[in-house]
C-alpha cells in the first residue's frame, strides 16, 4: 500500500546522485552502501507519488539495488548505466550528528554525466532537482516542458565550487531548499532570516531552510512558518535526512496537486516525518522497510504535538 494511490497530479522527476556512501557515525559505520540524493528523494516520494529518476551509476553498481528502487514502483528509465564507477561519497559525523564531515567525493561517472531525458519524461509536472552538479540541474530543467512546480535543492560542496551555477538554478526554481549552513555561507549572512530574505530576491517565491534535528522553516515574502524535528531518542545516520525531507516534501505537493500556504505546511510535517525515519538506520534501510500507517502515526503525532490555543 502506498498513499500515492490517492495522487491528484502528476509523477515527480527527480535528477541527483546516486551513490556508494561509506559513512561512520559515533553508532556504527557502513561500507558502500546504496545513497545519493536521488536515491533518498526517490523512495521517499515514491510513498506520496510516481517517481521518474533520472542518474547514472557506474558498472559496479548491484542489480540489487536496481531491484530495490523498482520495487518501489519509481521509473528507472533515466537511470543510465556508465562504464566507470559509480559515484563515491565518504564522510563521517562527531557526537552531536549535526554536521556531516566529507573525507572523499568521487564524482566518478557522474565527471562525464550528459543527462538525455526518455521522452516520457518531458512532460513531468512536478521537477526535483536534488543535489548534484548544478550544471546537470539546468540541463534536466532544460529539458522539461513547462513543468508546474520546480524545487531544488544543493550542498556546500556545490556552493564552494560552483557558486554562479548554484545561483542560476535559483533564480529558474519556485522553491529553494538548504540547510541552515549553506543559506549562511551562499548568501555570506549569518542571521538565518535575513539569509532567507535574501535568498528569496535570488529568484525563488519560496525558501525552505533545513536545520537538522530542530526542522524547518519556510519563507515567502509574505509569510513565515517554523516546523519542528520529531523528537527522536535513538538515531544512527543522519546521512540523506535533508534527501528524504525533499522527497517527502515534493511527493506530498505532486499528490495533493496544489502549493498553497497550508498545503505547504503539511507537505514540510510529511517530508520532517519521512526524515525522521531515514536517521534512524544507515542507508536507506530504514525506507525501504517503512509502511504508510508508521508515516500516517508519526505525522499525527507532530500534529499532536504542535498543536496550541489563541492567547
Ligand atoms: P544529505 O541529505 O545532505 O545528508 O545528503 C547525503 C547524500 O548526499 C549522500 O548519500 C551522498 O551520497 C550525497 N552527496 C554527498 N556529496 C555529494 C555531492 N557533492 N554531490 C551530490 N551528492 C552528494
Known amino acids: ?52 529518476l533520472v542518474g547514472v551509476v557506474g558498472e559496479d553498481f548491484a ?30 559525523y562527531e ?8 573525507t572523499a567525493t568521487e564524482l566518478n561517472v557522474f565527471q562525464d554525466f550528459r543527462p538525455s531525458l526518455p521522452e516520457s519524461y518531458r512532460d513531468s509536472p512536478y521537477l526535483f532537482l536534488a543535489n548534484i ?18 524545487v531544488c535543492d544543493t ?12 545561483l542560476e538554478v535559483l533564480a529558474r526554481c519556485d522553491i529553494a531548499l ?15 532570516i535575513a539569509a532567507g530574505r535574501r535568498l528569496l530576491n535570488y529568484g525563488p517565491g519560496t525558501i525552505i531552510i533545513k536545520k537538522g534535528e530542530h526542522g524547518a522553516v519556510m519563507m515567502t515574502h509574505d509569510s513565515y512558518f517554523s516546523a519542528p524535528g520529531y523528537p527522536l531518542e535513538e538515531l544512527k545516520d543522519p546521512t540523506g535526512a535533508g534527501d528524504t525531507f525533499a522527497g517527502g516534501l515534493v511527493g506530498y505537493l505532486a499528490r495533493c496537486g496544489q502549493t498553497d500556504e497550508e498545503t505547504m505546511r503539511r507537505a514540510i510535517i510529511a517530508g520532517s516525518v519521512m526524515a525522521s525515519f531515514t536517521v534512524e538506520d544507515f542507508s536507506l534501510n530504514r525506507l525501504f522497510a517503512l509502511t504508510p500507517e508508521e508515516i500516517a502515526e508519526r505525522y499525527h503525532e507532530i500534529v499532536a504535538m504542535t498543536r496550541f490555543g489563541g492567547l
Open 63 to 92: 542489480e540489487q539495488h536496481v531491484a530495490a528502487l523498482a520495487k518501489r514502483n519509481i521509473d528507472l528509465a533515466g537511470l543510465q548505466r556508465a562504464p566507470g564507477k559509480t559515484f563515491r561519497w565518504s564522510g563521517y
Open 1 to 52: 500500500m502506498s498513499f500515492n494511490h490517492g495522487c491528484k497530479d502528476g509523477p515527480v522527476l527527480i535528477v541527483g546522485s546516486v551513490a556508494y556512501d561509506s559513512v561512520r557515525t559515533p553508532f556504527g559505520e557502513v561500507q558502500e552502501a546504496l545513497g545519493g540524493a536521488a536515491s533518498y528523494s526517490s523512495v521517499a516520494a515514491s510513498f506520496f507519488a510516481p517517481v521518474r
Open 95 to 102: 557526537f552531536d550528528l549535526g554536521h556531516a564531515h566529507t
Open 178 to 192: 538548504m540547510n541552515d549552513a549553506e543559506a549562511r555561507e551562499l548568501c555570506g549572512e549569518p542571521n538565518l
Open 133 to 150: 552538479e548544478p550544471t546537470l540541474q539546468l540541463s534536466v530543467l532544460d529539458q522539461v516542458r513547462r513543468p508546474k512546480l520546480v
Open 155 to 166: 550542498m556546500n560542496f556545490w556552493i564552494e565550487h560552483a557558486k554562479d551555477k548554484v
